[in-house]
């Protein structure tokens, strides 16, 4: 991350049609990620840590002495 472009001598649309292109590259690379970890994990999905119920743990079931 450390190059500096120089921006200043592009026009409006220049510079609007930059915005566009990057912003696709980046819907487009975030896509690919969460496809590859997608396959990586075998399709699981991962915990939504918003959701109320996110942090609930089933009752756990009582042993039966022998």
Known sequence: MGRTFELSGLSEQELTDLIDEATSIRAIRR???????SRVTGGAKRH????????????PTTRHER
Request: glycine residues 0%.
């Open 31 to 37: 896509a690919d990620q969460r496809r590859e970890a």
């Open 48 to 59: 939504d840590m918003k959701e109320p119920t996110h942090h609930l743990r089933p009752t």
